[in-house]
């Protein structure tokens, strides 16, 4: 927890305001919330699948990166320089098998966040439309305060609705502290 603290104390300093705010939405009590615009940036780069345009986004930003929605001490920290080296990381283990996930930023970025969700997704603030049996913790990591926008891809028929693929953008004001892939797991 301590290590998670750092983190986000590190994020905090190391973020810069994204100025302005993206799409906005009404909660359940009908008030506007708006999210950062990087996240549109960011998601627009995914979409397309273009590594270097996402890199860009990041502009000094220092993120931590989930490959699942169980948010742990593993997770590691990004910024610009290391998501341009070919420095191979350790992202998690895989569920099921536990073997380790060790894949470079570019890597990660071409497995875990390069989809269509733009075109195909599906938007939420401070709620996931897309969950499986991995829970989503970042409540029990972050600091009261701290919102998050989903960006889902729902399952299809084809495969009982079990490849859907979520990402979810942690921020707190117009600093955005992580990025978190979800997709359904064993």
Known sequence: MRYLTFVVALGLLSCSSAGGGGTVSSDEKGKSRSYPSVIDSMVSAMSRGDFD????TLDGRKLLFSVDAYI????PVV?????????????????????PIRLTFREFFDRYL???YAEKGRVSID???CTGNTPFN???VFDRGV???EFCIPGTEKYGHLDW???RFIFVGDSLLAVVHDSWSP
């Open 53 to 56: 345009a996402f890199v860009r």
């Open 72 to 75: 742990d001490d593993i997770d």
């Open 79 to 99: 910024d610009s320089a290391l998501s341009v080296s070919d420095r191979v990381i350790l992202w998690g283990y895989e569920p099921g098998s536990g073997r």
């Open 114 to 116: 390069s989809h269509p």
């Open 127 to 129: 709620s996931t439309l």
């Open 138 to 140: 970042f409540r029990d």
């Open 147 to 149: 919102h998050f926008v």
């Open 165 to 167: 693929h979520a990402v």
